[in-house]
């Protein structure tokens, strides 16, 4: 009985090594994650009381309150998306379905790149400068809304891009074949079809929009009183992150912070969740 050849042992040897290794990195990942949620909830939840999440601040009573930086966070949100998806969408599909100069699609893809890698504080000050300042609106859901877009846009159109170049071409074909037009095979066959990764450019803008302080410190503001949401577009509006960093920054208030901060994964994993299931409701829907 022949010996395996030495170049086949050394493979093998070389494949337990980078396996042993890619296990080990995988799990100081996971211990990492379960020690940060451990103690974000460990120092957060004693402190998550009903007065916390349905009152607002009063520095008359000494209360703290974060009802209007909840409700700032998803009015933030709502109007980010809603502007930001179908602006991405649809210039993700004519990059990928409709542009043929190759020069345009690689100066968009060089630029989107470029905004992905630009510090959100910048973001921020551009945000103050253009739409505070030379727009004229002031601090508020709508001013920080409007610089988020600009942030996340490059995430939905990377991710919206993907999705649509992983279509196989014979779905394209055979539904053009059959007589279809140019927007009806996309809106049917190609959209249907790269829905995943869509909702994946939704969720990791959600996230981002979440989780951003820098930015709306300049242009959505510190206010912590309670508005409607038409108000608030227009008033200095404090989002959950911003409040976090005004307790624990600015007033010490590191309880209240970290019972923000369980409240932010909460809100995440939940926003999380609804975007998944509507994606699924969508997609059984155009089946």
Not at 26 to 46: D, K, N, S
Not at 169 to 185: D, T
Request: charged share 10%; hydrophobic share 50%; net charge positive.
């Amino acid at each position: 009985m022949t010996n395996p050849p030495r170049s086949s042992r050394s493979r093998q040897v070389k494949s337990v090594i980078l396996r042993a290794l890619m296990y080990i990195c995988a799990g100081i990942a996971c211990i990492l994650l379960v020690f940060l949620i451990g103690y974000i909830c460990f120092r957060g939840i004693p402190h998550l009381t009903w007065q916390l999440v349905s009152t607002q601040t009063s520095y008359i009573q000494g209360t703290i309150g974060i009802l209007p930086n909840i409700l700032n966070t998803l009015y933030i949100i709502f109007t980010s998306m809603i502007i930001v998806v179908p602006i991405g969408v649809c210039a993700a599909i004519y990059l990928t379905e409709y542009a043929r100069n190759r020069v345009l699609v690689r100066a968009i893809g060089f630029a989107v790149e470029t905004l992905t890698g630009i510090p959100s504080i910048i973001f921020g000050l551009v945000g103050m400068l253009f739409f505070v300042q030379i727009w004229g609106l002031r601090e508020g859901v709508l001013a920080g809304s409007l610089t988020l877009v600009i942030m996340v846009l490059p995430t939905i159109i990377s991710n919206t891009q993907e999705s649509l170049k992983t279509v196989p071409n014979s779905y394209r074909e055979g539904a053009l074949a059959l007589g279809s037009g140019k927007w009806h095979m996309i809106r049917t066959v190609v959209l249907p079809n790269s829905m995943d990764g869509i909702v994946t450019g939704c969720i990791l803008a959600i996230g981002r929009i979440t989780g951003e302080s820098a930015a709306l410190l300049f242009t959505a503001g510190i206010g912590l009183e309670l508005n409607n949401y038409f108000h608030s577009l227009q008033s200095s509006s404090a989002t959950l992150t911003v409040a976090l960093y005004l307790f624990a920054g600015e007033q010490g208030e590191f309880d209240a912070a970290f019972a923000i901060a369980v409240i932010l994964m909460a809100l995440t994993l939940g926003l999380n969740l609804l975007a998944k299931f509507a994606a699924r409701k969508l997609k059984r829907g155009e089946e």
